[in-house]
């Protein structure tokens, strides 16, 4: 099952923080078109469709508020500003135009992340996976196995969730570390990892010590596949 990938329009004329924000955000699995400038940011909008706009106030050819303004008059798409400037007038400017979200520099990658998944979230469509037996609800949070519901800690949905969205790939325990955990800051090793599939196999596999759905691949990592 191949999920489409959220498209992001990254407005921001600093280049070290326009490369270091496109790396790290194509690394969670979006797809990342990076502008410097007004005139550029807009030539992207205008070419390509996307899911959110990430863009600083300050821009070397105009205003990010005169931007935003013009995009409110013909779309709803989320819009998170950054700004370096300190001030309430221009957050309350901001959120007047319609801007969904505002931060100000120097900001946490890991809340940014955050910030951006639950703007994705309140615009996503109803998400359903499906492989064998399994289902999963993205919207309500709930996995079925067949008619009976399944009950997961927070955890175990991640685990679930980044490997039905990524079925057939072996993903290595780097992977899940930064996927699952990194993004709440907190330290964990590699046998977290080993831990928690061995909890999240005892509830979705009918024989855990012989798993049909999560498989470990020797040396790689772990693969979701259909039994």
Same mark, same amino acid.
């Given at each position: 099952?191949?999920?489409? *990938?959220?498209?992001?329009? +990254? ?15 194509? /690394? ?14 807009? *030539? ?39 700004? /370096? ?31 951006? @998944? ?20 993205? *919207? ?32 290595? *325990?780097?992977?899940? +570390? ?19 599939? @061995?909890?999240? @196999? ?7 010590? /012989? ?17």
């Amino acid at each position: 099952m191949d999920k489409i *990938k959220n498209r992001i329009l +990254l407005i921001e004329d600093d280049i070290d923080l326009q490369e270091g924000l496109s790396f790290s955000l194509e /690394a969670e699995g979006y797809q990342v078109d990076c502008a410097a400038t007004k005139k550029e940011g807009e *030539k992207f909008y205008r070419k390509n469709p996307y899911d959110l706009i990430v863009m600083d106030c300050n821009l070397p050819d105009g205003s990010g508020f005169t931007l935003c303004e013009e995009i409110r008059k013909q779309s709803g798409i989320p819009i998170l500003m950054l700004t /370096a400037r300190d001030t309430e007038m221009d957050e309350v400017r901001a959120l007047s135009l319609g801007v969904d979200d505002y931060m100000k520099k120097p900001f946490s990658l890991a809340v940014l992340k955050l910030r951006i @998944r639950n703007l994705l979230k309140k615009t996503a469509p109803d998400e359903t996976f499906q492989i064998g037996e399994l289902i999963l609800q993205k *919207k309500t949070g709930k996995i079925y196995k067949g008619n009976r519901e399944i009950s997961l800690s927070t955890v175990e949905y991640r685990l679930l969730l980044y490997f039905m969205e990524n079925p057939e790939q072996i993903l290595s *325990k780097e992977q899940i +570390l930064s996927h699952v955990w990194d993004h709440d800051g907190q330290f964990v090793d590699d046998n977290t990892v080993s831990v928690n599939i @061995r909890r999240l @196999r005892i509830k979705i596999e009918q024989k855990p010590s /012989a798993p049909e759905y999560l498989k470990t691949v020797h040396g790689l990592g772990y693969i979701f596949v259909s039994p």
